[in-house]
């Protein structure tokens, strides 16, 4: 499955802050790992929306998951491949749509991370909404988006039938980490249904 949507930026460079120690993006990578790894204590089925190379979830997969990891740059989705064990699929695809993460679905983690700060608060609302047909019952997200807008993003949650778990908000930088449970009955998985389109 080929991903041939418009580049929105440089998303290679992008990943360079990653290297840099002490910079707001390595320090949410901590904390987005440092989130996970309680969740992934066994082997677990999980989602990564727009996953970059995949850093933040790869190193912590236990043996005998199920990944898929959907990222539209080619560039980075071979850099994910190539640290993927076995039972990872990295698919160069849109992350946009429901139906690249059948394979997994329902899924018992899904990581939207670098997400919902790069799409319309309309298609927040929208993927939210829609997250618990990728979920499989009390499964759970782990998602970013900056500054003020992710308490709008902590509602949305709410009002979607999740309960927050975590939420790191660090007073010396702009990331926010959050980490919900479906607390509701999952809806059935549908393909093909639009969740966000990359501003
Ligand atoms: C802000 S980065 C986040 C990457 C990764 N989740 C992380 O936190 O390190 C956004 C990623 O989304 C990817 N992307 C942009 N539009 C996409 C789309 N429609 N489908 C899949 N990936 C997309 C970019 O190539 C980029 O790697």
């Given at each position: 499955m080929l991903f041939n949507g418009p580049?929105?930026?440089d998303w290679v460079g992008w990943h360079?802050?990653?290297?840099?120690?002490?910079s707001a993006l390595a320090r949410r990578l901590e904390v987005v790992r440092g989130h996970l790894r309680p969740l992934l204590d066994r082997p677990r089925s999980v989602i990564s929306m727009c996953?970059?190379?995949g850093r933040d979830v790869l190193p912590l997969l236990p043996a005998g998951s199920r990944a898929v990891l959907v990222e539209g740059d080619p560039v980075l989705a071979d850099r994910a491949r190539r640290s993927a064990a076995d039972g990872v699929t990295v698919l160069?695809?849109?992350?946009?749509?429901?139906?690249?993460?059948a394979p997994v679905a329902p899924a018992e983690i899904v990581l939207a991370c670098g997400v919902f700060g790069n799409i319309a608060d309309e298609d927040t609302r929208r993927t939210i909404a829609a997250l618990p047909s990728l979920l499989a019952p009390g499964g759970t997200v782990v998602w970013t988006r900056a500054g003020s807008e992710a308490e709008t993003v902590r509602d949305v949650f709410a009002a979607n039938g999740f309960a927050e778990l975590a939420f790191t908000a660090p007073s010396d930088a702009r990331f926010r980490v959050g980490v919900h449970r479906l607390t509701r009955a999952p809806d059935p998985f549908l393909p093909d249904v639009r969740l966000f389109t990359f501003t």
């Amino acid at each position: 499955m080929l991903f041939n949507g418009p580049v929105t930026r440089d998303w290679v460079g992008w990943h360079d802050e990653y290297a840099t120690p002490g910079s707001a993006l390595a320090r949410r990578l901590e904390v987005v790992r440092g989130h996970l790894r309680p969740l992934l204590d066994r082997p677990r089925s999980v989602i990564s929306m727009c996953a970059g190379d995949g850093r933040d979830v790869l190193p912590l997969l236990p043996a005998g998951s199920r990944a898929v990891l959907v990222e539209g740059d080619p560039v980075l989705a071979d850099r994910a491949r190539r640290s993927a064990a076995d039972g990872v699929t990295v698919l160069t695809a849109d992350a946009g749509t429901t139906t690249p993460y059948a394979p997994v679905a329902p899924a018992e983690i899904v990581l939207a991370c670098g997400v919902f700060g790069n799409i319309a608060d309309e298609d927040t609302r929208r993927t939210i909404a829609a997250l618990p047909s990728l979920l499989a019952p009390g499964g759970t997200v782990v998602w970013t988006r900056a500054g003020s807008e992710a308490e709008t993003v902590r509602d949305v949650f709410a009002a979607n039938g999740f309960a927050e778990l975590a939420f790191t908000a660090p007073s010396d930088a702009r990331f926010r980490v959050g980490v919900h449970r479906l607390t509701r009955a999952p809806d059935p998985f549908l393909p093909d249904v639009r969740l966000f389109t990359f501003t």
